[in-house]
């Protein structure tokens, strides 16, 4: 591994890329159906005559882009993964002191999207159907730890290296099993779980991690 770590490129992977404006909004149109009736659904009965009934579509067109379901939701999954990441980084600050706050707002956005993003708590990044889902080279918390610090480095402008990068990859380990149980049984999060996250991550990054001090 290189000094850099870059946040990774998680764009949808459909059959047929779209280039015009039409046909992006149709593929948009295409996965809003299908995480609806992931959410009202679940994923095991998702069908492509399904989402392309809720896109007011036809099933050719949704193979037009998508050849299976599982391309389908590995592309909803990957689009999880981007709007996460993004969320993240459009909430945080650029001053150095603040970067100890950042875990804090992950795990908020984390929250926030089982609570009100459409299907996310059944998908979530796909590591619910497999935990290589989005990239067969990485699990998907290690695809999440190297888009974080990919983030990290661009907000704080400091040279990540495989240490950064473990210590991070840990923190995200812990706070998702602490997490994935807080809304097993409770879809708004088990507050106690939620708070046992933030805490034992929290401890860990900072007294375990080679970020740059506050």
Do not use: C
Request: aromatic content about 8%; proline content about 4%.
């Amino acid at each position: 591994m290189s000094d850099a770590t870059e946040v990774p490129v998680l764009q949808p992977k459909v059959r047929t890329e779209p280039v015009q404006q039409r046909s992006t909004q149709r593929v948009t149109l295409l996965l809003n159906a299908a995480s609806e009736l992931i959410d009202e659904n679940g994923i095991d009965g998702l069908t492509t005559s399904d989402v392309a009934a809720r896109a007011d579509s036809s099933v050719g067109v949704v193979y037009r882009y998508f050849p299976n379901i599982q391309s389908l939701l590995r592309a909803l999954a990957a689009r999880n993964m981007q709007r996460f990441t993004e969320s993240i980084f459009d909430q945080i600050g650029s001053d150095s002191v603040e970067w100890r706050r950042t875990l804090d707002t992950a795990i908020d956005t984390f929250i926030e999207f089982n609570r009100s993003e459409p299907g996310f708590r059944a998908l979530r990044f796909g590591d619910i159907i497999d935990d290589r889902f989005l990239e067969p080279e990485f699990s998907n918390n290690g695809v999440l730890a190297r888009a974080f610090v990919g983030l990290l480095s661009e907000k704080y402008t400091f040279q990540p290296n495989e240490q950064i990068l473990f210590d991070i990859e840990v923190v995200i380990e812990i706070a998702d099993a602490l997490l994935q149980r807080a809304f097993i049984l409770d879809k708004r999060g088990d507050p106690r779980f939620i708070e046992a996250a933030r805490r034992i991550s929290n401890d860990y990054l900072l007294n375990h991690s080679e970020l740059p001090e506050a």
